[in-house]
């Protein structure tokens, strides 16, 4: 099979063997793959696969079941599904725990599921089994044009949130408020804070979800009613600064994070069939739906990752296997 090579933080074209599914797996031949950040950070060295998965990037797939591991059961060789894989994902082939596979959406494209899991298992964990969000709450989203962002706005807004976010142009603003957010901020041109403040009467938010940190993490604390939730999901611009932890103890905050792909294959088999029963079904009636800002042949993985450094697009990126 070919697959993306990123030895020496190039990537390129290779081919080897077409992996075999163990126990508990499926074998899928891939059609498309998501790009998300931790693809780069791992690029770098600085997000290292764990000891048992695959050292190819890709931690999101879709296609057709080609092949099954013992012990595997609700699935058949020839369903099209989109999975959470450990790694592996750049490639003709993919293996992902039996698990972490979902049904394609009905309506969707491969292409388009493909860009569903390693975004719906994040924002599911992180707003729903964390933070307990729930509908009537107000919600702020750093980073609303991202993939993560834009599969927020609509998961939440579904599910009767109020969504406020925050980007950094006029551009992204615009895509957030199309996508559901009752309220956008140009953090370049407005104080976030004073914003949701205005808009909330003074209380704030109930959650924050932030994939930016730096600066933003004081202002968080600043913006969070009362019994508020803060989730940190990534660091954009720094993990470390100087912060003032009081409004933590007199707001009653809690403060909190994960990563995803360290969490044990019972935590993301179950966030799978929460997914299934709470998710699925507003993305087949149409609630929400992926947004893809590019797509690149498996060949152009590089350009891909080239798009996601730049910060400038609106969705999600995915890379395609003919």
Known sequence: ????????????????????????????????????????????????????????????????????????????????VCALVNGGGYAEYALA??????PVPKGLTLTQAAALPETCFTVWHNLWQRAHLSAGETLLIHGGASGIGTTAIQMATALGVTVFVTAGSDAKCR????????MVINYHDEDFVAAVKAATDKR???????????????????????EGRIVNIAYLNGSKVEIDLLPVMLKRLTLT??????????????????????????????????????TFDLARA????ALMASRQSVGKIVLTCH
Request: with cysteine.
């Open 1 to 80: 099979m070919r697959y993306i090579d990123c030895r020496d933080r190039e990537l390129h074209v290779a081919t080897g063997a077409r992996p075999e599914p163990g126990p508990g797996e499926l074998l899928i031949a891939v059609a498309a793959a998501g790009v998300n950040r931790p693809d780069l950070l791992q690029r770098q060295g600085l997000y290292p696969p764990p000891a048992d998965a695959s050292p190819i990037l890709g931690l999101e797939v879709a296609g057709e079941v080609v092949a099954r591991g013992t012990g595997v059961s609700g699935w058949r060789v020839g369903d099209v």
């Open 97 to 102: 725990p039996a698990d972490q596979c979902l």
């Open 175 to 182: 895509a957030c408020e199309q996508l559901g957010a009752a």
């Open 204 to 226: 704030g938010v109930d959650v924050i979800l932030d994939m930016v940190g730096g600066d933003v993490i004081q202002q968080n604390l600043y913006a969070a009613a009362r």
């Open 257 to 294: 994070g994960s990563t995803l792909r360290a969490q044990s294959a019972a935590v993301k088999a179950r966030i799978a069939r929460e997914l299934r029963e709470q998710v699925w079904p507003l993305i087949e009636k149409g609630a929400m739906a992926p947004v893809i800002a590019a």
């Open 302 to 305: 590089d350009e891909a990752h």
